[in-house]
C-alpha cells in the first residue's frame, strides 16, 4: 500500500446503513436512560427512608457553614449559581463563543467551509506525507504531541494534512472520471465520487486542521491503525495537545463517515476537553452548541 495516499479506505455510509445505526443507537439510549432512571428512582428511596436521621437542610448548613457566610448571604455568592440546565454546562454566550471560535469550523458533505475561511500554514508533515502542512496553530501543537510521544517511547507522523480546494478539486474530479469510464450517468458518477472523496470545500482536510496519523508500526491509513501503540498514546493524550479523533467508531449514524482511527482534528485544548468530556462526536457537539446558543 502507498503510506502518503489520502484516505485510501474512506467511504461514506450507504442511507441503508445510517437507518441502521441511528435505530441501534435510539435503542442504546432509551435503554441507558432507563438504568438511569431505575437508579435514580433508587437513589430517591433511599433518601427517605434515611430522612429522619438526616439534619435538615438548614441544620446542616448551619453546622457546615462559616459563621462569616451565615452572617453575610452575599459572601460566595458565585459559589452559589448554579451551572446552566444543559448537556453542556454552558450559558448561551459561552456556546456563541466556541461556535464563533474558526478552530470550531465544521466542514463535512454538508457543511462548505466558508468561502472567506482563511489560515496560515507550517510544515509538520513526514518524509513519506503526501499534504506536510496543517494551520499554523495545529502544525506547532502536532510536533508539540509527537515530541511528547517520543518521550514516551512512540512514534507518530502526520501523513496528510492540509489540502487546497484546488487539490481537493483534482481528487473529486478523478473520482468522477473514475465513475464515468464505469458507463455512469454526470449525476450518479458524481454522486458516487462523493461518497468515497468529498466535493472541493467540503472536505476537513482544506481547513488545515484535519491530520491523518501514522507511525511506522503501521504506515497505511486504514483501521489497522488502532492495533498500534501509536493510537493508544494518541486515545489517552491528544486530548492534551488539542486533538480529537474526528471519526468515532460509535458515531458513524452521524458523522456518514466509516470509523477513522487515523483521522484526527484540531480543535484547541480547551475545546477538545470539552469536546471529550462530553462524549458526542463533533456534529453532536456542534449541534448542541447550537441548541445552548439559541436559548439566549
Known amino acids: 500500500m502507498n503510506p502518503s495516499a489520502p484516505h485510501p479506505h474512506r467511504r461514506r455510509l450507504t442511507r441503508a446503513e445510517v437507518r441502521r445505526r441511528r435505530r441501534s443507537r435510539a435503542i442504546r439510549r432509551v435503554a441507558g436512560l432507563t438504568v ?7 437513589g430517591v428511596t433511599f433518601l427517605l427512608t434515611r430522612r429522619a436521621a438526616v439534619p435538615s437542610a438548614s441544620a446542616a448548613s448551619a453546622i457546615s457553614m462559616p459563621a462569616q457566610s451565615i452572617a453575610d448571604p452575599a459572601v460566595s455568592s458565585a459559589e452559589n449559581t448554579a451551572a446552566p440546565a444543559n448537556a453542556l454546562g454552558l450559558t448561551a454566550d459561552e456556546a456563541r463563543a466556541m461556535l464563533a471560535d474558526p478552530l470550531m469550523v465544521l466542514v463535512n458533505h454538508t457543511c462548505k467551509m466558508p468561502d472567506d475561511y482563511t489560515f496560515d500554514t507550517k510544515e509538520c508533515g513526514s518524509a513519506t506525507a503526501v499534504n506536510k502542512t496543517l494551520q499554523t496553530a495545529a ?3 502536532f510536533l508539540e504531541m509527537q515530541k511528547a510521544a517520543a518521550a514516551d517511547g512512540v512514534t507518530v507522523w502526520m501523513q496528510s494534512g492540509y489540502r487546497s480546494v484546488k487539490y481537493q478539486t483534482s481528487l473529486y474530479e478523478r ?5 464515468l469510464d464505469k458507463g455512469y450517468d454526470n449525476a450518479t458518477a458524481r454522486e458516487k465520487a462523493a ?8 472536505s476537513e482536510h482544506n481547513c488545515g486542521l484535519a491530520a491523518d496519523l501514522n507511525s511506522p508500526e503501521h504506515t497505511g491509513l486504514d483501521r489497522g491503525f488502532e492495533k498500534t501503540a501509536a493510537f493508544r498514546w494518541l486515545c489517552e493524550h491528544a486530548g492534551d495537545y488539542g486533538f480529537i479523533l474526528r471519526y468515532p467508531k460509535d458515531a458513524e449514524d452521524k ?5 477513522e482511527p487515523w483521522h ?12 471529550n468530556a462530553s462524549g458526542l462526536c463533533f456534529e453532536d457537539y456542534i ?6 446558543a439559541a436559548e439566549g
Open 139 to 141: 502544525c506547532d501543537a
Open 36 to 42: 438511569m432512571l431505575c437508579v435514580a428512582a433508587g
Open 264 to 275: 484526527w482534528r484540531y480543535v484547541g485544548v480547551e475545546n477538545a476537553a470539552k469536546i
Open 175 to 179: 473520482k468522477t472520471k473514475y465513475y
Open 255 to 259: 458523522t456518514e463517515i466509516i470509523y
Open 195 to 202: 461518497a468515497v472523496v468529498n466535493p472541493p470545500g467540503y
Open 287 to 292: 449541534e448542541t452548541l447550537q441548541s445552548i
